[in-house]
């Protein structure tokens, strides 16, 4: 392959590479500001595990985070070759499949991106698996927003994979990955915040208790064997995976209002 041929691929590694950083940057970035830093006196009683880690166990999250970006990077390249190619089903004319897809298809790379987590996490915790790619990220038992993907370059693999499999499957648009990768960031971040930002009672509403918690993640940090979910509670209800004592823990971290007075 000459230099001319190359040139595109490693103009979209730079550009996917550069564009994964930021967002880390943005979202990871606001969080410890905001929470870590600037609230941080104010929400003291919101602190999961009453303690935050110092900088120095911060700093490899942001160093496998990056090396993270580089596998995102390539994992864009292999989208780009796979839609010129016709393997991966993106599209960029709304009215090609018209407006209720559209929302039908974020909804459902969502959930698809929900079950794909749950399994793929719990394969990650198989004893001959974990120690070559998911113990890296066990290395945060208390984490922080640069934990999110604080990921060893295997796990970075199957992290990435979601969108090339989602397209792969079904058609979708571009900017339906654009927002899909927006909620993931956010979400991912907030799990990893180590303060506890829901409102007191959201775990007894029957239209809430569905959706996971900071608490909930930051336990699996803690404890390692429970607590799979990303987003949703279902997976972690049918396999009967929750901690035990994951609402108890929920109900005594939120019994003060997040800013007291």
């Known amino acids: 392959m000459t230099f001319?041929?190359?040139?595109p691929f490693?103009?979209?590694?730079?550009?996917?590479?550069?564009?994964?950083?930021?967002?880390?940057?943005?979202?990871a970035g606001v969080a410890y500001g905001l929470?870590?830093?600037k609230w941080k006196e104010r929400l003291q009683h919101r602190i999961i595990q009453g303690k935050l880690p110092d900088f120095q166990k911060i700093k490899p999250e942001i160093y496998y985070s990056l090396?993270?970006?580089?596998?995102?990077?390539?994992v864009g390249v292999l989208i780009f070759f796979g839609k010129k190619h016709?393997?991966?089903?993106i599209y960029t004319d709304v009215s090609e499949r018209g407006w209720p897809y559209f929302f039908l298809s974020l909804a459902g790379i969502i959930l698809f991106h929900d079950m794909y987590f749950y399994f793929t996490h719990r394969f990650m915790h198989w004893k001959p698996i974990f120690p070559y790619v998911h113990r890296v990220h066990h290395k945060s038992t208390n984490p922080s927003p640069w934990a999110a993907f604080s990921f060893h370059p295997f796990e970075a693999v199957i992290?990435?994979?979601?969108?090339?499999?989602?397209?792969?499957?079904?058609?979708t648009h571009s900017l339906v990955i654009f927002y899909f990768l927006i909620y993931m960031t956010f979400l991912n971040v907030l799990g990893h915040l180590a303060f506890e930002l829901f409102p007191k009672g959201f775990l007894n509403r029957f239209y809430t208790n569905w959706h996971n918690t900071t608490t909930h993640h930051n336990m699996h940090h803690k404890w390692f064997n429970c607590n799979y979910g990303l987003y949703f509670n279902w997976w972690d209800k049918i396999f009967?995976?929750?901690?035990?004592?994951?609402?108890?823990?929920?109900d005594r971290i939120t019994s003060v209002p997040i800013f007291k007075r």
């Open 4 to 7: 001319l041929e190359l040139k």
């Open 10 to 27: 490693l103009i979209v590694f730079l550009v996917a590479t550069t564009l994964t950083t930021l967002r880390y940057f943005l979202f």
């Open 35 to 37: 929470i870590w830093k």
């Open 67 to 74: 090396s993270t970006m580089l596998v995102f990077g390539l």
């Open 86 to 89: 016709g393997i991966f089903q």
């Open 159 to 171: 992290e990435a994979g979601i969108v090339p499999l989602y397209t792969f499957l079904f058609p």
């Open 240 to 250: 009967k995976t929750n901690h035990p004592d994951y609402k108890r823990e929920f």
